[in-house]
């Protein structure tokens, strides 16, 4: 059973910092991609950024581009996603998602992923 589970997000400052952090578990093959999306109220989801696993090639959407950095430990089965300089419109619920069909296709298209993680709110507020 595949099972991606989120964690690290909370309240942060504008210009602060935080780090998510993705632990991917079940997939039979060791090739898939995984992205992160938000969704703030009100909003579609958002493509954030995505990293395939085997070899750590990344994509990241323009609104994030320079403020986060996606990353993964291959060992842990964990993927990262750092992120600096957070604005007040990076609030949102944060979603990791994997997809072994994606593998090649550096996707940020949330319709296009089947696996998905529970969610983890970013709140950026002084």
């Known amino acids: 059973q595949v099972q991606l589970v989120e964690s690290g997000g909370g309240l942060v400052q504008p210009g602060g910092s935080l780090r998510l952090s993705c632990v991917v578990s079940g997939f039979t093959s060791d090739y898939y991609m995984i992205g992160w999306f938000r969704q703030a109220p009100g909003k579609e989801r958002e493509g954030v950024s995505c990293?395939?696993?085997?070899?750590?090639?990344?994509r990241y959407a323009d609104s994030v581009k320079g403020r986060v950095t996606i990353s993964r430990d291959q060992a842990k089965n964990t993927v990262y996603l750092q992120m600096n300089s957070l604005k007040h419109e990076d609030t949102a619920v944060y979603y990791c998602?994997?997809?072994?069909?994606?593998?090649?296709?550096?996707?940020?298209?949330?319709?296009?992923?089947?696996?998905w993680g529970q969610g983890t709110q970013v709140t950026v507020s002084s």
């Open positions: 990293i395939s696993s085997g070899d750590g090639r990344t």
């Open positions: 998602a994997a997809d072994p069909r994606l593998y090649s296709f550096f996707s940020i298209q949330s319709s296009l992923y089947d696996y």
